[in-house]
Each structure stands twice: as structure tokens, then as C-alpha cells.
């Protein structure tokens, strides 16, 4: 399993903007699909987004779509949530996830990673939206 270290979190005015990074320590996220979760206080863990293990398969929640972008860079080793627009309702833990063989699910109002899929889980950064 890998290790996985969320950064980037903090507080935000609504309609700001921050990027959040997931890195892979002491190891690569080669070979593997990724995908960004939040949960929010009282709330289950929702998949708001995942990339895949080229980076060219990006899927996101529709609760987040045209808002939030996903992207990996091979180089720093990193896969990234660009989140725009925030709002009171985005305020939640979000953590990343890593898997091998990670599949798609597909619903009639969107289509992610299978969740169960992921094995190697970060602890979360805090995202926080208010005025």
C-alpha cells in the first residue's frame, strides 16, 4: 500500500478557490488511479472525483462538475483537485485515494471510480468555506 499526504486545504471566503495536492511518499503513483473524497461533519464519505492511471480518464461527481478540475503530474509525483467557486456546502475533509485496478461505476446521473477499488487512503486536509 502506499502512503498518501493530502496538502492544500485551509479557509476560504465563498467563491474562493484552492488546490489540493496528494502525494505519494516514499513511492510512485504510477500504475495507479486516484480519486479525491470528502466528508462533511454528520455526513457519508462522497467520491467527488477520480483520474486515471494515465491521467487522461477524469471523472467527477455532478455535484462538482465545471467547478472542480483533477489532474496528475508524473514528475512531482502528485495528483491535484483545483476546487473553484466554493461554497458553505463544499466544507469537509477531503482525502485521496490510490488503487491498481481501480473500475468504473456508472449510475444514471454520473459515472466514477468503484470506490471499494481504492487500498491506499490518506488522512484528509480540511477545507473550510465561510464569510
Known amino acids: 500500500q502506499l502512503q498518501l499526504v493530502e496538502s492544500g486545504g485551509g479557509s476560504v471566503q465563498p467563491g474562493g478557490s484552492l488546490r489540493l495536492s496528494c502525494a505519494a511518499s516514499?513511492?510512485?503513483?504510477?500504475?495507479?488511479?486516484v480519486g479525491w473524497f470528502r466528508q462533511a461533519p454528520g455526513k457519508a464519505r462522497e467520491q467527488i472525483s477520480c483520474?486515471?492511471?494515465?491521467?487522461?480518464?477524469?471523472l467527477y461527481a455532478r455535484s462538482v462538475k465545471g467547478r472542480f478540475t483533477i489532474s496528475r503530474d508524473k514528475v512531482e509525483n502528485t495528483v491535484y483537485l483545483e476546487i473553484n467557486n466554493l461554497g458553505p456546502e463544499d466544507t469537509a475533509v477531503y482525502s485521496c485515494?490510490?488503487?491498481?485496478?481501480?473500475?468504473?461505476?456508472?449510475?444514471?446521473?454520473?459515472?466514477?471510480?468503484?470506490?471499494?477499488?481504492?487500498?491506499?487512503w490518506g488522512q484528509g486536509t480540511q477545507v473550510t468555506v465561510s464569510s
Open positions: 485515494a490510490a488503487g491498481r485496478n481501480v473500475n468504473q461505476l456508472l449510475t444514471n446521473i454520473q459515472t466514477l471510480c468503484v470506490q471499494d477499488d481504492f487500498d491506499s
Open positions: 516514499q513511492s510512485t503513483l504510477d500504475g495507479y488511479a
Open positions: 483520474i486515471g492511471k494515465f491521467g487522461i480518464l477524469k
